[in-house]
């Protein structure tokens, strides 16, 4: 039995792993265009890669999927986070669980992780050819041919083959799949920065707001988490979280639209006024520069000062409700106009790809190619930042991994 991985990514490595396996007899081999494998997983987590996230339950890690939430739902019950991260330290790679739930290789280095596959590959006799960008698949007698890229190349015939490709940036690079009638839900960036120019936020780079809600005007789209203000706009989790889940409409407005800052973890006007008041009550005569609501950062409060045309030696005591209604409104609803978008580090991810309406779920073979299958990211399936990415390419490759079965 010869069993084709068609791309050398995270997905393609565990799907040609488990395969391997599966059934021991078979020929397995991995097909990377590049001349090189593993590289995104290589830089992800800045080089530490965050190989999974340690969520509670099932239903809470499938909430971190914009799409695909529905059908990992159900393929985490076979093989979930804590499958995943019994199967590294089973093949002897350990792993550590931050606060926040992003799991790590003890060694803190994606490497570890790549020598973890090569080491597998090698011990089961796993083939991988580099340099072999596949261009096209065809079935012949209940067999796919495989064409590549390089026009010298003599074709090679396979019983099973798995695509693991990845995402990919243009539409043109799944049309290999499209021509075979799989339906192709156009791809577009998610999990990125935002650009934002305005001088007086810029100036506060560097600074973490470890409790922030955004929100798109007019739009149901929302956040929550810690943001990094840089030079030139907005990152950090609560970011990267709204530009997953609205990748679609922010690809639609050529990422320009009004953004809704709340700087104090969603609370209302109300909550604030009267937060506000009794600051004023309880230390009169301190500098309001000098004591700071919320435990908010220094620049950042002296920013909204300014915005209100507050002065930073006004006596807390000194304020009335106007200047209250004022600082309130900007605290719980600033408002900033998006201006693009900027690479979040080196990362990559798309949302798009093949849509799931075109595979069985139960196991992930085509619709309309049998023993065809589809792992990892080049399934119109993305996950928040997290670790949820590696996730859905270990569960999707396992599955797969069966052939049907």
């Known amino acids: 039995m010869r069993i084709a991985i068609v791309g050398g990514g995270a997905a393609g490595f565990f799907a040609a792993i488990n395969v391997k396996e599966n059934y021991p007899e078979a020929y397995v081999v991995i097909f990377e265009?590049?001349?090189?494998?593993?590289?995104?997983?290589?830089?992800?987590?800045g080089g530490r890669c965050n190989i999974t996230n340690a969520a509670k339950s099932i239903n809470e890690l499938s909430k971190a999927y914009p799409r695909g939430e529905k059908a990992l739902k159900k393929m985490f019950q076979r093989f979930s986070n804590v499958d995943a991260m019994e199967w590294f330290q089973k093949r002897g790679l350990p792993l550590t669980?931050?606060?926040?739930?992003?799991?790590?290789?003890?060694?803190?280095?994606?490497?570890?992780?790549?020598?973890?596959?090569?080491?597998?590959?090698?011990?089961?006799?796993?083939?991988?050819?580099?340099?072999?960008?596949?261009?096209s698949l065809q079935m012949q007698n209940d067999k796919f041919i495989l064409g590549?890229?390089?026009?010298?190349?003599?074709?090679?015939?396979?019983?099973?083959?798995?695509?693991?490709t990845g995402g990919s940036p243009k539409p043109e690079?799944?049309?290999?799949?499209?021509?075979?009638?799989?339906?192709?839900s156009t791809p577009v960036p998610s999990l990125f920065s935002l650009s934002i120019k305005d001088q007086k936020l810029n100036k506060l780079m560097g600074?973490?707001?470890e409790d922030v809600v955004l929100k798109i005007q007019s739009e149901k789209f929302s956040s929550n988490g810690a943001l990094l203000i840089t030079h030139w706009g907005i990152s950090g989790p609560a970011t990267l979280k709204l530009s997953s889940f609205a990748a679609r409409f922010m690809n639609e407005k050529n990422?320009?639209?009004?953004?809704?800052?709340?700087?104090?973890?969603?609370?209302?006007?109300?909550?604030?006024?009267?937060?506000?008041?009794?600051?004023?009550?309880?230390?009169?005569?301190?500098?309001?520069?000098?004591?700071?609501?919320?435990?908010?950062?220094?620049?950042?409060?002296q920013s909204i000062l300014d915005k209100c045309n507050i002065s930073h030696s006004k006596l807390w005591g000194d304020c009335g409700k106007n200047d209250f209604?004022?600082?309130?409104?900007?605290?719980?609803?600033?408002?900033?106009?998006?201006?693009?978008k900027t690479a979040f580090k080196e990362e990559y991810v798309t949302c798009g790809g093949v849509s799931l309406s075109s595979i069985d779920s139960k196991t992930l073979q085509s619709s309309f190619c049998k023993n065809l299958f589809f792992a990892g990211e080049v399934l119109d399936i993305d996950g928040i930042t997290g670790g949820f990415n590696f996730q859905a390419a270990w569960t999707t490759a396992y599955i797969a991994s069966f052939l049907g079965k």
């Open 255 to 301: 990422y320009a639209f009004k953004l809704l800052v709340n700087w104090v973890g969603g609370r209302n006007d109300e909550l604030i006024v009267q937060e506000l008041w009794n600051i004023s009550q309880n230390h009169q005569a301190k500098i309001m520069t000098n004591y700071r609501p919320f435990n908010l950062p220094t620049a950042l409060w």
């Open 173 to 184: 690079g799944l049309d290999w799949l499209k021509k075979l009638g799989h339906e192709i």
């Open 325 to 340: 209604n004022k600082i309130a409104n900007s605290l719980s609803c600033d408002i900033y106009s998006v201006a693009g």
């Open 97 to 135: 669980i931050q606060q926040d739930n992003c799991v790590f290789p003890v060694s803190q280095n994606s490497q570890s992780v790549i020598h973890c596959f090569l080491n597998l590959c090698e011990k089961l006799n796993i083939a991988i050819k580099l340099n072999s960008g596949v261009r």
């Open 207 to 209: 600074i973490v707001v």
């Open 148 to 164: 590549f890229q390089d026009g010298n190349r003599d074709s090679e015939e396979f019983d099973f083959v798995i695509v693991t």
């Open 33 to 45: 265009k590049s001349s090189s494998v593993l590289s995104k997983l290589k830089i992800s987590g």
